[in-house]
């Protein structure tokens, strides 16, 4: 079946060390994206990406990083530069031509820093 | 900036309707959505309205959209237990790149 799929679904650091979170899809999207959800703030955009090789900071990107080195893949990896990172981690993907704008989201990833 | 507020909780008997409103900021959004999110789950779309609609009803779904106001609500009829979640109201930007969401309604139903 065709969806998107993020690893791991749990995650904990230590302090000072960078994790990345794994994002692959297999819908043929070109559009790529990570939100952030926090309680009570809904999703805030991290980075975003509508082509390989080409991606564009969101609303809150700093001391996150991301590539796009295929299509499939959109890696975000959390450096120790993020002071607050425990959150939840969604990964998204979209169609970009002829339809509705819906995203399609993967099950999340909870990162805890300990 | 864009921005899109909607109420934290709701909470309803089993069999009542509910009906969960929004606002948003960007007048040229052309899709407003709804999705909806089990605990520790992703977002899955519910049902979206174009711009140039005033309402869709899809079964239990009923979406009003009134522009002037930026107002933009979900009805769900008969609410039963499995409709406990958390509901995100969204929109896509003018540029047709970003999605907004709100904070999202958390939905209790009481059996």
């Known amino acids: 079946d065709g969806g998107i799929t993020q690893s791991p679904k749990y995650l904990f650091r230590k302090e000072g060390q960078n994790v990345t979170l794994s994002c692959e899809q297999n819908?043929?999207?070109?559009?790529m994206y990570w939100y952030r959800q926090d309680p009570g703030q809904g999703l805030r955009l991290i980075y975003y990406?509508?082509?390989?090789?080409?991606?564009q900071k969101g609303d809150i990107a700093e001391g996150y990083s991301v590539s796009r080195e295929k299509k499939e893949s959109f890696p975000l990896t959390v450096t120790s530069a993020q002071k607050n990172p425990t959150a939840f981690y969604l990964c998204a993907s979209r169609g970009t031509s002829g339809n509705t704008g819906e995203l399609f989201f993967g099950e999340g990833s909870r990162l805890t820093v300990l | 900036g864009e921005d899109v507020e909607q109420s934290l909780f709701l909470s309803v008997r089993e069999g009542d309707s509910s009906v969960i409103n929004c606002t948003y900021t960007?007048?040229?959004?052309?899709?407003l959505y709804w999705y909806k999110q089990e605990p520790g789950a992703g977002l899955q779309l519910l049902t979206y309205i174009f711009s140039n609609m005033d309402m869709k009803q899809d079964q239990r779904l009923t979406v009003l959209l009134n522009k002037k106001d930026k107002h933009l609500s979900l009805r769900i009829a008969d609410t039963q237990t499995g409709d406990s979640a958390i509901y995100f109201c969204?929109?896509?930007?003018?540029?047709?790149?970003?999605?907004?969401f709100g904070a999202g309604t958390r939905l209790f139903v009481k059996a």
């Open positions: 819908l043929n999207h070109d559009a």
């Open positions: 990406s509508q082509i390989v090789n080409d991606f």
């Open positions: 969204a929109v896509l930007n003018t540029g047709g790149f970003k999605t907004i």
């Open positions: 960007d007048s040229s959004s052309t899709y």
